[in-house]
């Protein structure tokens, strides 16, 4: 059977496969390959990032139209809004696409610090709100007052008693000056006891970073009061973790979250009129059914928060608040697609036309030979068996010294093609033994991408993302694979596992191209992507399409050139053109008239991005 990658459990109907290739599933359906040959053909080489901005208007609408359903289904009063938090992708490409795609639903955005304080008040629409958490010093909470006075719907989230202690010092010093006169409003962060699920949930428990105590809340109540704050108090926000994998932990949070705000609304807090969930709504990675990682649907998710808040406000006999929340990684993750081209196939030295057979061979190695030529379903299981008993007794011959390198690599060329066209006789019939056999003939395919750049998650935290050929899925893949990608580090590698497997296809990538993507990238990983080995962020575009269906490549971003790259190092750039100019002319070695020929071909390559282009002869990556 072919292999179809999980796509249809991480890949929420986005894309689909069609014949040999991989689609996107809108409009008129181009292929991956297509989009990426054409980017490719205006010269763009290297690992790509698709950017695609009808599936971030997807999970926008998909959002809001599941809890609006919810709501109404519960005849629920209270509203529902959302900002965006840029700390999962603070990127103008994806900002500006989300802020064209989301105008209809009053979308906002969230900031957790004064670089990005900048963006949302910059980029959000007036009226839509925005909301600031993180910690804040006293130039943060004033820029937050100025962008009240300019007219934006903007809370601040109180995350501990020193940041009340300065807004109420700033809103003084707002005070006395002339026309100065509107306060942003406050919401406070409660620290909860119930904590999240998952590699992420220590956002959320008592020993959490951010939000009051009860005991703090009590303090900052008070002293809200006592400088005639309270109308501005209007929001309550918890946060108990991203990629919240099981939905039970999130109902306790609500209880919890929902008892507070009632007993703060009816001590007083009059104008509190919104409780705000954070994020954590989960994305499944999963490219195996029995792997997946969320338990719950968003319609669950917006069922529990929407009933869970209704009970309250009834039975405290409050008026029911308006639910807030700021989603990241649902919204984000499937908008972006990293292609990026194999360069290399690191056990391809192990084929037939690499076999040096002598005219006289030990006879070990003739008797591989023959179970090699004429190994067949009927035979494959002994056959197998045999060769590696053989391995055995010739490499302790080697060892010995009764065989030489030749014979040698003989035996591994042998050997390796016996396992592998037996797994593929055997299929059928996957044994224990099998798949152990599988981690022996892996395939090491290098990749032109950096994971330490366009997947961090993973090499910090081991979190999937899935990945498959955008190509020949009409054939099936028999190469158990571990992934290289091309940065001097053996953590740039993501292991074949036997419990979750990447086949890949057997390729000549001199002469067929061969490309994988990687999915799901597009929550965190390209901020927190970092320059190890100084391979910067892959060439990006916008994937757009027309009321005709047709699609275009909008807004390319190529990747840094290499002198950008050392002058973002704060290298003095001029001070390296300059050595390398001096260190050719200077040259004893270099015949004079190939000297300018030599500083051309530098000045090229100093021009080009890092990534790699080639490998080997008659490939163009
Ligand atoms: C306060 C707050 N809100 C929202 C989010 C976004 O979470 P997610 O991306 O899981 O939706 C985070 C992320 O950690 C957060 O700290």
Known sequence: MKDNYGIHIWGDNNFIIKNSTVNVHYKNEPSLLEITQNIRNKGYKGPLLLRFPHLIKKQISTLYNEFNRAKKEFNYKGNFQAVFPLKVNQLPNFINALIEVSK??????????????????????MGAPITVNGFKDKEMISLCFIAANMGHNITITIEGLGELETIIEVNSEFKNREKITVIPKIGVRIRLHSSGIGVWAKSGGYSSKFGLSSTELLEAYDLIKKHNLLEQLWMIHFHIGSQMSEIAPLKKALREAGNIYADLKTRG????????IGGGLAVEYSQQSHNKELNYSLKEFANDVVFVIKEIAKNKGIEEPDIFTESGRFIASSHSVLIAPVLELFSQDYQEKSLRLKKKNPPLITELNALWISLNRSNAREYLHDALDHMESLLTLFDLGYIDLEDRSNTEILVNLIIKKSILLLNNDATKELKKLQNKIQERYLVNFSI??????FWGLQQHFPMMPIDKLDIKATNPATIWDITCDSDGEIPFKN???????DVDVTKDEYFL???LTGAYQEVLGMKHNLFTHPTEVLINFDDKGHYSIEKLIESQNIMDVLDEMN???KYIEKKLKYLIEKSNIIEQKEKIKLQEQLDFYLSENSYLKTIQANQTS
């Open 517 to 519: 993507a990687f999915f």
């Open 452 to 457: 330490f750049q366009s997947l961090p998650d």
């Open 104 to 125: 209809e639903f009053n979308y906002g955005l969230e900031a957790g610090s004064k670089a990005e304080l900048l963006i949302a008040i910059t980029h959000t629409p």
């Open 269 to 276: 807090a009059t104008a509190l009129n919104a409780i705000n």
């Open 571 to 573: 290298y003095d750039k």
């Open 499 to 505: 419990h979750a497997p990447l086949h890949l296809h």
